[in-house]
Each structure stands twice: as structure tokens, then as C-alpha cells.
DNA sequence: GCCAACGTTGGC
DNA sequence: GCCAACGTTGGC
């Protein structure tokens, strides 16, 4: 059983664009140290599907990722404590959907882009992945 | 650019 | 183990 979630990420530090322009190869999600953020991180299984979310600006969750490796020691630190998963793109968002749109939307009140505004990797669970996918346009979103 | 929220650090 | 100080995130 897979499960869902949602990765936040600058897009002048790392776009959607060149998630997308690695292809299959993906890439290593480095850099996080957050406790929290890492945890989630260590939860995820090979496949998992997973939102990507630009910050700061767009503020939009503008495509799908999957887990292409799972968690391993991340190659920007030394330290053991930060470890990470790599990602590769699966599709685009037809609509992109807004943090704006989200937060008026009811059914997505408790999900954590909302009420954990900071975490920049978070759990999503299925009514709101399905949910997002239909609000983006996805009409046979990947599970 | 501001600032609120919140995670982390370090002195005691 | 508490908590004040500090740093970072991220929406606005």
C-alpha cells in the first residue's frame, strides 16, 4: 500500500522544470534538516507518489513525483543525522493548483500545507491526494 | 522586505 | 529538563 506526499522546494533553488528535466535518472531530495521532514522522508517506500511544491514563489503545487530510492545518507553532509530519498518526476499538474485554492477549499482544511505551513516534506493521505488530483485536472491521477 | 511561527541551541 | 535567545522558513 503507497502512500502520499507533498514536497516543498524554491523553484530558483530547485524548479519543477529541472526535476523534470532529470528524467528517470531522478534526484536526490538534499538538504533538509528538519527532524520532522527527514522522518516522513524515512517512511517512504519505492513508488511512493508525491506532490511538488514551489515556495516563496507560485506558491502552487505544479506536478507528481514518485520515490526512486529510498532513504539513504544525504550527499551534501557529513553529518549521519540528515539523510534523504531521491525523487523522479511522473507528470504535470494540468491546473496548477494554488496554496490559495487549497486553503478555500474545506475538504483540504486539515491537510498539513495548511496547518503545518513549515514542514517542507509533508504526509498527504488519500482523500486529499484524490482530492488535489481533481482539483489539478488529473483525471486518472497515479496512485 | 517584513514578520509570525516555530524549530534548535545552549546556559543554567 | 527548562526556557530564553536565536535562526530559518515562507506567506504576505
Not at 16 to 24: C, F, L, N, P, S
Not at 85 to 94: E, N
Request: proline letters at 6%.
Amino acid at each position: 500500500m503507497s502512500n502520499y506526499w507533498l514536497f516543498k522546494s524554491e523553484p530558483f533553488k530547485w524548479s519543477w522544470e529541472q526535476q523534470k528535466a532529470r528524467g528517470d535518472a531522478g534526484e536526490e531530495w538534499d538538504g533538509i534538516r528538519n527532524y520532522q521532514a527527514r522522518n516522513n522522508m524515512r517512511a517512504m517506500k519505492l513508488g511512493d507518489k508525491a506532490f511538488f511544491y514551489h515556495s516563496n514563489e507560485g506558491l502552487e503545487i505544479v506536478g507528481i513525483v514518485e520515490v526512486s530510492k529510498e532513504i539513504h545518507p544525504d550527499s551534501t553532509t557529513d553529518d549521519p543525522r540528515w539523510e534523504c530519498v531521491d525523487v523522479r518526476a511522473v507528470c504535470d499538474m494540468p491546473e496548477p493548483v494554488s496554496l490559495k485554492a487549497v486553503k478555500a477549499n474545506p475538504r483540504l482544511a486539515d491537510m498539513a500545507l495548511v496547518t503545518s505551513m513549515r514542514l517542507s516534506v509533508q504526509p498527504v493521505t488519500k482523500e486529499e491526494w484524490l482530492e488535489v488530483c481533481r482539483m489539478g485536472g488529473l483525471d486518472d491521477p497515479p496512485l
